[in-house]
C-alpha cells in the first residue's frame, strides 16, 4: 500500500475518521445507496461515504463489512483502497460532508437523501482509487477484451474471498491505463460463479442504462 495516501501516524495501524476530516475535498457524485468525495491528496483517490443503517440499502452494511475486511488484502480485481473507517454520526463529520456539497452545483438535498442521517446511525468511508476509464470505455481494448477483464476481476475477487460477487453494471467497474480491470461497487452471496457464468453477467449488465460513463460511483 501506498503509505503516501495512507498519511495516517506510524504509531497507529489503522485511520480514524478524523483523519477524513483533513482529506474529504468537494462532492463529485452519488449513487443509490453512497456519496463520493474528491481527496484533496491526489486527483486519483475518491472517497465513497456510506450510511450502514438506511433501511432500504442492506447491501450498504455488507459492502461496509467487506471492504473493512479486505482492505489491506491487495485482492486482484477489488479497487484499491487506501484508509478504512467507520465514524458515529457526529456534527464533525456531517458538517464537512454538508459543506463539501454547498460548495458545489450539486443539488443538496438530493444528496443529503442519499445519506438519509439519524442521529444512531454510523457510516463507513473509504479512499479508493480512481478508475481511468468507467464502464467497458477503454479507447485501446475491445469490448470482447474488456468483458473478459472484468468477468476475470469479479473471478478473481471471488477466489480470494470466498463470496460471488453481483450487480455487475458499468457503473459499479472501471480500468486502469494499463487495461487492467477492477470493481469498485458490488454485491455479494455466499454462492459462487463460473467465470462463464461472469461474463455473461458483465455483457447483461450493459444492457442496463448508463447514466454517467465518466463518474465512479
Not at 477489488?78 to 458515529?88: C, I, K, N, T, W
Not at 443529503?112 to 478508475?131: I, P, Q, R, T
Not at 475477487?157 to 459499479?172: H, M, R
Request: with cysteine.
Amino acid at each position: 500500500m501506498d503509505s503516501d495516501r495512507n498519511q495516517i501516524p506510524e504509531d497507529r495501524k489503522n485511520p480514524q475518521w478524523a483523519d477524513f476530516l483533513s482529506w474529504f475535498n468537494e462532492y463529485y457524485t452519488q449513487g443509490e445507496h453512497g456519496v463520493i468525495y474528491s481527496d484533496l491528496r491526489s486527483p486519483d483517490i475518491l472517497i465513497k461515504v456510506v450510511n450502514v443503517d438506511i433501511t432500504d440499502g442492506w447491501s450498504n452494511a455488507d459492502q461496509a463489512d467487506f471492504f473493512e475486511d479486505n482492505w489491506k488484502r491487495n485482492v486482484e480485481g477489488l479497487v484499491d483502497v487506501y484508509s478504512f473507517a467507520r465514524s458515529p454520526v457526529v456534527s464533525a463529520i456531517t458538517n464537512k460532508l454538508k459543506g463539501c456539497v454547498l460548495t458545489t452545483s450539486a443539488d443538496y438535498q438530493s444528496v443529503m437523501n442519499v445519506f438519509e442521517l439519524g442521529d444512531k446511525d454510523e457510516l463507513a468511508m473509504w479512499a479508493m482509487e480512481k478508475a481511468d476509464y468507467v464502464g467497458l470505455t477503454h479507447p485501446n481494448m475491445s469490448k470482447k477484451e474488456m468483458v473478459n477483464a472484468v468477468a476475470e476481476a469479479a473471478y478473481n475477487i471471488q477466489i480470494q474471498t470466498g463470496y460471488g460477487i453481483f450487480d455487475l453494471k458499468e457503473q459499479n467497474y472501471g480500468f486502469r491505463e494499463d487495461g487492467s480491470a477492477f470493481i469498485f461497487d458490488f454485491n455479494y452471496q455466499d454462492d459462487g460463479f463460473t467465470l462463464e457464468e461472469y461474463r455473461e453477467k458483465v455483457r447483461n449488465g450493459v444492457t442496463r442504462r448508463f447514466i454517467n460513463p465518466t463518474r465512479q460511483g
